[in-house]
């Protein structure tokens, strides 16, 4: 295993030296290297072995991705909703809310951590959100701040939102993105995986006044709570009964 890993290492070291090799010699050479060599060897570095270093090649997350697959645009499903046509409403119905579902995609961090912020915003006013958001020490809060940002300026501007302030997250959530694997080296020669996990958030933001209760049911009366019981006893059944 050891040799085969150490041979993809000279692989990839050897690459940018027929890349440097080529600009020295003059241009008959060039020709005569280049017809030989494949451009594929030449153009790309590290490809051939398809093992990552490190979390910053390629340039970031979006070039990680582009340079693997460049038809990889993540989830586009979520979005959709923003192009449903509801039917027209009677006049002695409820007025419907209006909402926007917003995303982004490839984020550079782990979805386990940004599950606490998406759940930690979700069922608070936009206007909260952001407040709370400042004094949150966590990587992933920018982008969910960006995030509820972007999508307040689309519904205002898209979705005919009077005014941004009167907001709330109805959705917050993540999934999981792109894992991209690498090797760690430790001592004695030996060779660790590293996992650089992406992920996706998820928004929509609807209009009106937040509940009160978002996560918990709303606490009863006494009254209720004795109907409720009442109401258990009475429907009580005794098995292999008339």
Not at 214 to 220: K, T, W
Request: aromatic content about 10%.
């Amino acid at each position: 295993m050891h040799k085969v890993i150490r041979q993809m290492t000279q692989l990839s070291l050897q690459t940018p030296l027929l890349a440097t090799t080529t600009s020295i010699t003059s241009s008959g050479s060039v020709a005569k290297l280049l017809a030989v060599v494949p451009t594929t060897t030449i153009t790309q570095t590290g490809d051939c072995c398809g093992v990552h270093t490190s979390a910053a090649s390629g340039g970031g997350s979006g070039g990680l991705c582009a340079k693997w697959n460049k038809h990889n645009y993540g989830p586009r499903r979520w979005l959709e909703y923003n192009k449903t046509v509801h039917p027209p409403q009677e006049t002695d119905e409820e007025p419907r809310k209006a909402y926007v579902c917003h995303m982004r995609s490839n984020i550079k961090y782990s979805p386990d951590k940004m599950w606490y912020i998406a759940a930690f915003v979700r069922g608070m006013s936009v206007d909260e959100a952001l407040k709370q958001l400042n004094f949150v020490l966590k990587k992933g809060a920018t982008d969910v701040k960006e995030t509820i940002l972007e999508a307040q300026q689309m519904a205002v501007e898209r979705h005919n939102v009077e005014y941004r302030s009167n907001l709330w997250i109805a959705e917050s959530f993540v999934g999981k993105g792109r894992v991209f694997k690498g090797l760690r080296r430790h001592a004695r020669g030996r060779f660790g995986r590293v996992e650089y996990k992406h992920c996706h958030y998820f928004l929509r933001l609807e209009e009106g006044e937040p509940p009160q209760h978002y996560y918990a049911p709303e606490p009863q009366t006494p009254q209720q709570q004795y109907e409720h019981w009442l109401q258990q006893m009475r429907s009580r059944k005794v098995i292999n009964s008339l």
